[in-house]
């Protein structure tokens, strides 16, 4: 059994915290927002993400697991500090270290021995070095510490199973003894891993994440060529995917990533290039095909609504994505904004975010709606912009006979067309072929 502190318990520090008390492990997790640790206190977890709060109670209940807001406490009484503090975007796209600078600081002052700290968060090059001096300079005795870079990949709506069956474990140190507690750390989870330099520890991480959001801009682009050329784009899928060199996963066609993690992470890697003389063109195309997928879908509600102004869109999912409540840089929400400043109102739903999304984007010319049928009413068009399990399900029928027009665009490419036709509604998908009557419409325009 370890000793482990994790300094910032949002989505990712709570998840890793949770998950190391359920491996055995005494686990103190740390957030400067007194209101959180008293939701956690008293049983509540600030975000949605499936079976957390069973384990998170299970866990407390064993008193493995507690929540506070005494940093140095923590840190005094652990052997292993992770820095798990968001980096969010700053204006300039390089990600923002002010939490992590702070957390190193605090982490210094409360040294009182030996500590393994490792960085959990996302952050760039260098960072590594930078969290060793700072946490140097603010101690007040010289007691041995080790900086070890371990970085997240947990995907939201599925990140207690990835952290306790993940692909991979990456360890950035030099530090044998460190190295040593690490692998004993992640022993039972029995997965591979991966030990390189603190600084590749650190670009691995956006490596992958840039990766990822490139494959699904690149079939996003494949897509929208697709619609010029009246193919399909899911036969294209199909045949490239079996070619193993390329893969299935991440070649689904949509409106956009989203997320808090592709879109900083992308940009902060572009930025780290351009900061030392290189352009990284392919970085700035996938951003530039990411936003232009939003874009893209207005314009076609545009055509097909013959203008947007007075017009009424139902959006369909709010979340960037199914399984969680995060609308941090959602595409639904980028959409809703265009139009409504095109003149649209919008009626939204989606099982789980509607809060979260009321709160970012406000109420004027927006109902957000408990029952996606409710938000459907009285319609011009749908737009499914995040593709929930519920949604699946959507009864065709029901639908086109409570709206007032007959658009469905598909933004996720889920739906069966002919049976959205059969309804009498009128299918747009991402990159699917068009039919005979769709093309000598789009011919006469």
Not at 32 to 38: G, L, P, V
Not at 245 to 264: A, D, E, V, W
């Amino acid at each position: 059994m370890r000793r482990i502190a994790i300094v910032g318990s949002g989505y990712v520090g709570l998840v890793t915290g949770t998950c190391f008390s359920e491996l055995g492990n005494r686990v103190v997790c740390v957030d400067n927002d007194a209101a959180k640790i008293e939701r956690l206190d008293a049983g509540e977890v600030p975000f949605y993400e499936p079976s957390l709060g069973e384990m998170i109670a299970r866990n407390v209940q064993a008193r493995r697991l507690t929540f506070t807001t005494d940093v140095a406490a923590a840190v005094r009484g652990s052997e292993i500090i992770f820095i798990a503090v968001g980096t969010p975007m700053r204006a300039d796209g390089h990600a923002d270290l002010g939490a992590v600078r702070a957390a190193a600081r605090d982490i210094g002052a409360a040294l009182n021995g030996p500590k393994i700290v490792v960085s959990k968060s996302t952050v760039p090059v260098e960072t590594g070095e930078m969290v060793s001096s700072i946490i140097r300079r603010h101690a007040r005795a010289q007691h041995p510490i080790s900086v070890v870079s371990n970085p997240e990949f947990l995907r939201e709506g599925s990140a207690v199973a990835d952290f306790l069956r993940p692909d991979r474990i990456v360890l950035g140190t030099e530090d044998a003894a460190a190295e040593q507690v690490m692998r004993e750390l992640y022993a039972p989870l029995e997965a591979p891993i991966v030990v390189t330099d603190v600084r590749t520890a650190e670009m691995i991480k956006y490596a992958a994440n840039a990766f990822l959001a490139t494959k699904i801009s690149f079939i996003n682009e494949i897509a929208n060529i697709c619609e010029l050329l009246d193919v399909d784009v899911r036969a294209v899928c199909n045949g490239i995917g079996y070619d193993q060199r390329i893969g299935t996963k991440f070649l689904n066609p949509g409106i956009g990533y989203g997320g808090s993690c592709f879109p900083k992470d992308v940009r902060a890697l572009e930025q780290l290039a351009v900061e030392r003389d290189y352009q990284a063109p392919l970085l700035h195309a996938v951003e530039l095909v990411n936003r232009r997928q939003i874009e893209r879908t207005v314009v076609r509600l545009e055509r097909e609504l013959g203008g947007l102004r007075g017009r009424v869109v139902a959006v369909l999912g709010l979340a960037f994505k199914p399984n969680t409540d995060d609308v941090r840089d959602a595409p639904a929400l980028a959409l809703i904004a265009r139009l409504l400043d095109r003149g649209a109102a919008v009626r939204a739903h989606d099982p789980i975010a509607n809060a979260l999304a009321r709160e970012a984007l406000g109420t004027d010319g927006i109902v957000f709606c408990d029952d996606m049928y409710e938000s459907v009413s009285g319609a011009d068009a749908i737009v499914l912009a995040t593709e929930w399990n519920e949604f699946r399900a959507l009864d065709f029928a029901r639908c086109a006979a409570s709206m007032r027009g007959s658009v469905l665009i598909d933004g996720r490419n889920v739906f069966d067309p002919d049976k959205v036709r059969a309804a009498g509604l009128r299918y747009l998908g991402i990159g699917r072929v068009k039919l005979p009557d769709q093309l000598d419409a789009a011919e006469r325009k």
